[in-house]
C-alpha cells in the first residue's frame, strides 16, 4: 500500500529537522531549527490524525490527537509531549532571546518523540 503523502511530508521533515541540530549553534540556526519543529510538529499532529482517522477515531487539536495516539499504544505516555504543544504554541506566537534558548535546548528530546511516533506510523 502506498504511504499517504502526510506521512512522507513526516518523514522528510524529521529528515530536515534532524540535518539542523546536527548544526553548530549559532543564532541563525537556532532560529531554523525552531522553524523545522513548528513544521515537524504541524505535520506530526496532522500523520497522527489522519492514522486514528483510519482507525475510525476523530481528532482536531494536537492535544486530542497525541492523546489518541497514546491511548491506541502508539506513542509512550511522556509528559514532554505536553511540553512540546506548549513550546509550539508559545514559538509560533511570541519571539524573545529567552524563550528561544529555552525551547531550542529541549529540541534534541522532541526530535526524539518525533522519531518515534514516525517509527509507529511507519508499522
Known sequence: MKKPAI???FTESIERFSE???ESKTVANRD???KRFELTFELAWKSAQAWVGDQGVVCRSP???FAQMFRLGLIADDPLWLRM???RNLSVHTYNEKLAEEI???LKDYLRLFTALNGSLEK
Open 85 to 87: 504543544i506548549a513550546d
Open 32 to 34: 531554523s531549527a525552531i
Open 7 to 9: 506521512f512522507r511530508s
Open 20 to 22: 539542523i541540530l546536527r
Open 63 to 65: 492535544r486530542d490527537c
Open 104 to 106: 531550542y535546548a529541549r
